[in-house]
């Protein structure tokens, strides 16, 4: 079956410092793949996507490729703030009549100043 | 634009007690609808989906059900809650085509089983 494995948390870093999150992946056939945020107190909302092996997804200076040839796809940002603490969420997609999404378990980020 | 809303935000319940958290979703129709949970220290997990009206199907045996009266309208019930039903109950919506939808989600309902 499909699964999503990523990162331990949780993750500290000083404002300014270089982020990443790794982020694996098991899956049949082509799955669209994404990152999911969540802010203190909310439901999550999608910071970026790539559907097809190669595609980077991109949004608020966040980046991700789509690596079928390791089944990866790493969350990353060169400079964090304050701001981008939260939890973030690998997830993996099929369509099937509904959208069948699996998601990590999550790793939390908290920015120092 | 659409819309999704959830209540409560909070909520805490005897053991025992019965449960029902509401969702509804605007400016779209016919949409997929989910439940999800997620507990202390782990990931989200789907509960139930619904493709329309009157149909709902569960990912994972369990304390819980679901009905869709209405289009854009789903809601998580249960006739007598346990201890580990506690957790952060999220509702989300998507349309239904294509292979990489993405899933729009509430703000989420902190349910805490005393």
């Known amino acids: 079956g499909n699964s999503v494995t990523q990162m331990e948390g949780p993750v500290t870093l000083s404002e300014e410092a270089f982020l990443t999150i790794n982020c694996t992946y098991t899956?049949?056939?082509?799955?669209?793949l994404f990152w999911y945020v969540q802010y203190p107190g909310e439901g999550l909302q999608l910071l970026l996507k790539?559907?097809?092996?190669?595609d980077k997804g991109s949004n608020k200076g966040f980046e991700a490729t789509y690596r079928k040839e390791t089944t990866s796809f790493h969350l990353e940002k060169g400079s964090v703030q304050v701001s981008d603490s939260a939890v973030y969420f690998c997830?993996?997609?099929?369509?099937?009549?509904?959208?069948?999404?699996?998601f990590g378990t999550g790793t939390k980020l908290q920015v120092i100043p | 634009s659409q819309t999704i809303h959830q209540w409560p935000a909070t909520l805490v319940q005897p053991v025992g007690s019965p449960l029902s958290l509401e969702c509804t979703v605007e400016?779209?129709?016919?949409?997929?609808l989910y439940w999800y949970r997620q507990a202390a220290g782990r990931g989200l997990q789907l509960l139930f989906y619904?493709?329309?009206?009157?149909?709902i199907s569960s990912e994972v045996p369990q304390n819980l059900s679901a009905s869709r009266p209405q289009d854009r309208q789903f809601i998580l019930s249960s006739k007598k809650l346990l201890l580990s039903d506690s957790g952060f109950y999220l509702c989300?919506?998507?349309?239904?085509?294509?292979?990489?939808?993405?899933?729009?989600f509430g703000s989420g309902t902190q349910l805490s089983v005393l």
């Open positions: 790539a559907t097809k092996a190669d």
């Open positions: 400016g779209t129709s016919n949409p997929n």
């Open positions: 619904s493709v329309g009206i009157g149909q």
């Open positions: 989300a919506w998507s349309l239904k085509q294509g292979t990489n939808e993405k899933l729009f």
């Open positions: 997830a993996l997609g099929h369509s099937g009549g509904y959208q069948k999404v699996t």
């Open positions: 899956a049949t056939g082509y799955p669209s």
